[in-house]
């Protein structure tokens, strides 16, 4: 079945270090979001991206979306203590009906201070 | 936050046991969804519903059946819970055409 592979599992940083997710399929993707699961809580969507190529920014958060539409990365400028938690990609499942999304596993993210 | 709450927060039982999980939500929003999370498997769609009386598997559906009578209400059940499936529990909802998804503060439940 359609998969979104997810790397890496986890990243420990230093506070002020630069922070990268990538989330990758082989199967084209109409548009991919972006979730943060904060320890203990529940996941928060973050973005959608839908364009080949689209670059959004929030605050010090980037997401890209690849030109061929198979790969999505998030990239976080200067960690802070505030960025721990998990993160993951969603890409909307083809098989099933509207709505029905396919979660990466997951970036554990901790940040030493 | 969406106005999503689910409820058991916390629930223990009894392999064997039946167990209805409950989802509600005050959004009026067409789609809802049960996740379970697990370690190392991130978040797995059990059952999905697009409308009152309207659902449909999800990748890990065995050994649970779902209702929703009502848009506010989607119910989980597991019939004869089991040990694999101790878990947390997220219901989801989002809009018809919005794809992001709004979850709710999960159920843990732990089956001894």
């Known amino acids: 079945g359609q998969q979104v592979m997810q790397i890496p599992q986890y990243q420990h940083v230093q506070e002020g270090e630069d922070f990268t997710t990538y989330c990758n399929s082989s199967t084209t993707l109409s548009n991919i979001q972006w979730y943060k699961q904060r320890p203990g809580g529940h996941p928060v969507f973050l973005i959608q991206?839908?364009?080949?190529?689209e670059v959004k920014k929030q605050k010090r958060l980037t997401f890209q979306f690849g030109e061929a539409k198979k790969n999505s990365s998030l990239h976080i400028t200067a960690t802070q203590t505030t960025d721990v938690g998990t993160y993951f990609c969603?890409?909307?499942?083809?098989?099933?009906?509207?709505?029905?999304?396919?979660f990466g596993k997951g970036t554990k993210l901790s940040v030493k201070p | 936050d969406a106005g999503i709450t689910q409820s058991p927060r916390h629930k223990v039982t009894e392999t064997g046991t039946p167990v209805t999980l409950r989802c509600h939500q005050t959004?009026?929003?067409?789609?809802m969804y049960w996740y379970r999370q697990d370690p190392g498997h991130g978040l797995r769609l059990i059952h999905y519903s697009y409308g009152v009386k309207d659902t449909d598997k999800g990748e890990v559906s065995d050994g649970y059946s779902v209702s929703r009578s009502k848009t506010e209400d989607f119910l989980l059940t597991l019939e004869s819970a089991t040990s694999s499936q101790t878990s947390v529990y997220f219901c989801?909802?989002?809009?018809?055409?919005?794809?992001?998804?709004?979850f709710g503060p999960g159920t843990r439940l732990t089956v001894t």
């Open positions: 969603a890409a909307m499942n083809y098989g099933g009906s509207q709505g029905n999304l396919i």
């Open positions: 991206l839908v364009k080949s190529g």
């Open positions: 959004e009026n929003h067409r789609y």
């Open positions: 989801a909802i989002s809009e018809w055409q919005s794809y992001e998804q709004y």
